[in-house]
């Protein structure tokens, strides 16, 4: 079975639950998708010794020949460092030694490192893992290559924190690095995959909407439980107790689990689509994706006069730990409704170990912690079921 089936078996299977729940329209909406396969991969320092690497090719991806490649290494530790040794990568693999600091620097380097190799002719390009705490463990993600097809695609694979490290220092002890990288990725033609969506309509305005969900899929390392598992359940758990209420709200509240997220928000794009001509019905947007921890705020974007209205709202969410909303703009597959307008609320929570199992094989189930999914669910809840009952609506951008 292929991992696209498996998917759609998963999906199924949600539906089927999501009707037992008793939710009203539960329905996949289709979305064609991109399909890369991972293939068989490794990483192996042959001088100035040989041992295995710990490696993750990145998303998108190209592989290498069937033998792979053997290259001498060069470390950099910045696109200005790599661009400063330029001479010096012809025909080398090049190993972006930079640090964590914040996702949104670091993961530059993961995004746009193999096209920077490639620039200068590297023949591949390997990037310490954006985490700021490993054991060992590298982190996938995805990368993107040049559109205009100037640049010749080369392969780009993450290594481990303490792999990475370990090559800076063989490089500043003046030894000669040699790697095998090998990589069996390929993109397939596009495939079809589905948004997943089920609502509890409302009993006077049911053409305006709420919206919250998670992002269905995750990369084919762990369990993708904090990214994004975790707040698919919240979103699903929160709608269900709505209902269990027995109160039906004056607006229609839609949870939306959204899928290819991680591939380029296509499930997002698909949605904002299929659902134009009534966004400007969409009352509010909410998603959950920087992991189902600690609860600290609720992060609001809207027009003015907005957060002070979300204000009144977070004083409700005493008990789940938040009393705060704070200005913030949207998660990931939200952000193409926020730029049409429609408002967006996301949780803020404690992320100071979500980069620690981010897009590796760590991200299991046992990072979740129940009380803290409990408020992250009831967060949603209260915010959702405020929305769909109050007088009036946030106001929107534009």
């Not at 997002?268 to 009534?278: G, I, L, P, S, V």
Request: glycine share 10%; hydrophobic share 45%.
């Amino acid at each position: 079975m292929t991992g696209a089936q498996s998917l759609e078996r998963a999906l199924d299977w949600i539906v089927a639950e999501m009707k037992r729940d008793g939710f009203e329209n539960v329905r996949k909406e289709p979305v064609t998708v991109p399909h890369w396969v991972r293939g068989a991969e490794s990483a192996e320092l042959i001088l100035p010794r040989r041992m295995k690497l710990h490696m993750l090719g990145l998303g998108r991806s190209v592989g290498t020949p069937e033998q792979g490649i053997r290259a001498r290494v060069l470390v950099v530790r910045s696109f200005a460092d790599l661009r400063a040794r330029a001479a010096d990568a012809r025909g080398k693999i090049v190993l972006y030694n930079v640090p964590f600091t914040e996702y949104g620097r670091t993961v530059a380097y993961r995004g746009a490192g193999a096209d920077s190799a490639s620039a200068v002719g590297a023949v591949a390009a390997l990037v310490r893992s954006v985490t700021p705490q490993s054991l060992r463990t590298p982190h996938t993600g995805g990368m993107n290559y040049d559109s205009t097809g100037r640049l010749r695609k080369i392969p780009a694979a993450a290594v481990s924190v303490e792999d990475a490290e370990m090559l800076q220092r063989m490089q500043d002890r003046g030894e000669r690095i040699e790697v095998r990288l090998r990589m069996a990725a390929r993109m397939l033609p596009p495939t079809r995959s589905h948004n997943v969506v089920a609502e509890i309509r409302g009993s006077e305005r049911p053409d305006e909407v709420i919206v919250m969900g998670g992002h269905i899929d995750s990369w084919d390392v762990g369990q993708g439980a904090m990214d994004d598992a975790g707040g698919c359940v919240a979103a699903w758990e929160a709608l269900r107790l709505i209902k269990a209420l027995g109160v039906r709200p004056k607006r229609t509240i839609r949870v939306v689990l959204w899928t290819a997220e991680e591939i380029g928000l296509h499930g997002a794009f698909a949605y904002r689509d299929q659902h134009r001509a009534e966004v400007e019905k969409h009352v509010l947007a909410m998603e959950s994706d920087n992991g189902v921890f600690t609860p600290r705020a609720v992060r609001f974007g809207g027009g003015a006069g907005g957060l002070a209205m979300m204000q009144r709202v977070a004083s409700l969410l005493g008990r789940g730990g938040v009393d705060t909303a704070v200005v913030g703009g949207p998660q990931a597959d939200i952000s193409p409704l926020y730029a049409l307008g429609v408002p967006v609320a996301t949780i803020d929570t404690d992320q100071s170990k979500y980069f620690w199992y981010h897009h590796s094989e760590a991200d299991m189930l046992d990072k979740l912690d129940a009380m803290d999914l409990a408020k992250n669910v009831a967060i949603l809840a209260v915010i959702a079921n405020v929305a769909a009952n109050m007088e009036g609506t946030f106001p929107r951008l534009r």
